[in-house]
């Protein structure tokens, strides 16, 4: 049974930094394709970083640059380092496979983690 828990998340100020990391359980992250995923408040869940096994990343526009997706194979970690965080980065993110996890009942999400951008 996959279990995925976010933390890192908080409230930081414009151009600050944050690492999230996922912790993961009953799956090598290290065989499958990894991404942290994003949801703003009356937006959308978006995809926003990608790692996948072979070791290629790749990033949504809006990140690209300020963003950096990595793994501990050891720890079954992945992190999302962010910096130059704007206002417009603050959501809820989550890690999840891509394609995302999915069960008898639906589509599997972790608890997230919330980061707040603001001055």
């Known amino acids: 049974q996959v279990q995925l828990v976010e933390s890192g998340g908080g409230l930081v100020q414009p151009g600050g930094s944050l690492r999230l990391s996922c912790a993961v359980s009953?799956?090598?992250?290290?065989?499958?394709?990894m991404g942290w995923y994003r949801q703003a408040p009356g937006k959308e869940r978006e995809l926003v970083a990608r790692k996948n096994s072979g070791g290629s990343s790749n990033y949504a526009v809006s990140v690209k640059g300020r963003f950096t997706i990595s793994r501990d194979n050891a720890e079954n970690t992945v992190y999302l380092q962010m910096s130059g965080l704007k206002p417009e980065d603050t959501a809820v993110y989550y890690c999840n496979k891509d394609p995302v996890f999915r069960t008898t009942k639906g589509d599997y999400w972790g608890q997230g983690t919330q980061v707040t951008v603001s001055s």
């Open positions: 009953g799956i090598f992250v290290s065989a499958i394709s």
